[in-house]
């Protein structure tokens, strides 16, 4: 039933319905179109990045329509609570450390040990949130390297029927999307500049905001940002038949009777819900000092996949 919607009470309800039974729905928000999915859903976050078709598993942010959800999801500290009382709902996200940590929430957050939250300041997006009764991840709403979509018609232009239903809820008034800070050191730091100005956030806390941007010491896009899961055993990848040494994770037919498998009816939306979740239990299992993974194919969300596991596997 894949299509725009008019943003009107019964369809955010079924769209509410949709992303509960973990379906995508887009949505406006006041910066830009959203791609949502419910964050506890794994095999729906794998969707959207099937969608947008993106090479490398970007951790996502959740939206939220209350603060007090953040309790059992982040953890949060005075400086957090007051930049929410003043600027959300609003085009800001924070990068917090990360509280809640079922291996559900493994994929929207690349596997980091931190999550990423704003409130939109929309009212569609606002009501979405509270009748679907959990945090929504998403990114913009259009294919990876394609322009932000601020129009329900960008959105099927670009995306069409792999999104399950698309609420149209008029023009985006932002038009770009919200910056985003990081909370989780002493000092703030600016990962994306956005739709809320930097001066803003400054006058507001009375310090400055460094700029990732230009500082030696800091990575300058919030892709470099990221530290990387990796194991701590040693990690070997492409390997059809493992050493007696290796907790082996499996895919598809190789490794059929492996302790783990990402999937074994070889589905890589299946295989990416389980892959940040199944490296940290093969990290904590302590039978075995190595660990192997199956080779995985390079379409589709393979691709991510293998861009994940390469760097997993990378040693000095
Ligand atoms: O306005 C917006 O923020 C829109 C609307 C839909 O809310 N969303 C959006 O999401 O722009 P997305 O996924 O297109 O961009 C989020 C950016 C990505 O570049 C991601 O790498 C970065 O935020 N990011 C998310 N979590 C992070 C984290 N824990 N550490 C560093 N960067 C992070
Ligand atoms: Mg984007």
């Not at 959300?88 to 085009?91: I, M, R, V």
């Not at 008029?170 to 038009?175: D, I, L, M, Q, W």
């Not at 941007?213 to 300058?220: E, F, I, K």
């Given at each position: 039933m894949s299509g725009i919607f008019s943003a009107n009470s019964d369809n955010i309800e079924r769209a509410a319905q949709l992303i509960r039974t973990g379906k995508l729905v887009a949505f406006p928000t006041e910066t830009v179109y959203g791609l949502g999915a419910s964050a506890y859903e794994a095999t729906a976050v794998a969707r959207i990045f099937e969608a947008k078709n993106r090479p490398t598993f970007n951790p996502l942010i959740s939206h939220i329509a209350?603060?007090?959800?953040?309790n059992g999801y982040a953890y949060t500290d005075d400086r957090v609570l007051a930049l929410a009382k003043r600027f959300?709902?609003?085009?800001l996200t924070f990068v917090l450390k990360r509280k809640?940590?079922?291996?559900?929430l493994d994929l929207a957050s690349a596997g980091l040990p931190t999550v990423t939250v704003r409130m939109p300041n929309h009212p569609v997006a606002l009501h979405l949130i509270e009748s679907s009764g959990v945090p929504i991840v998403a990114p913009?709403?259009?294919?990876?390297?394609s322009i932000s979509p601020t129009t329900a018609q960008h959105v099927w232009q670009s995306l069409g029927e792999r999104v399950d239903m698309i609420l149209d809820g008029?023009?985006?008034?932002?038009?770009v999307e919200s910056t985003i800070i990081d909370l989780t050191g002493p000092q703030v730091v600016m990962l994306r500049p956005g739709g809320l100005a930097k001066e803003d956030i400054e006058s507001f806390l009375n310090e400055p905001v460094l700029l990732s941007?230009?500082?030696?010491?800091?990575?300058?896009s919030p892709g470099q940002m990221l530290k990387h899961y990796a194991p701590a055993h040693p990690f070997r990848i492409n390997v059809t038949h493992p050493e007696p040494d290796e907790f082996f994770i499996g895919f598809g037919n190789i490794?059929?009777?492996?302790?783990?498998?990402?999937s074994p009816r070889a589905d890589l939306c299946e295989a990416a819900s389980h892959l940040f979740d199944y490296m940290h239990r093969a990290d904590e299992q302590?039978?075995?000092q190595k660990i192997a993974m199956a080779p995985i194919p390079n379409t589709g969300l393979g691709l991510a996949i293998n861009d994940r596991i390469r760097r997993a596997s990378y040693r000095q």
């Open positions: 209350h603060t007090d959800f953040l959300w709902p609003g085009p809640d940590l079922s291996p559900a913009s709403a259009n294919r990876s390297q008029g023009s985006c008034t932002v038009g941007a230009g500082n030696p010491d800091l990575p300058s490794g059929a009777d492996a302790p783990l498998n990402l302590t039978h075995f």
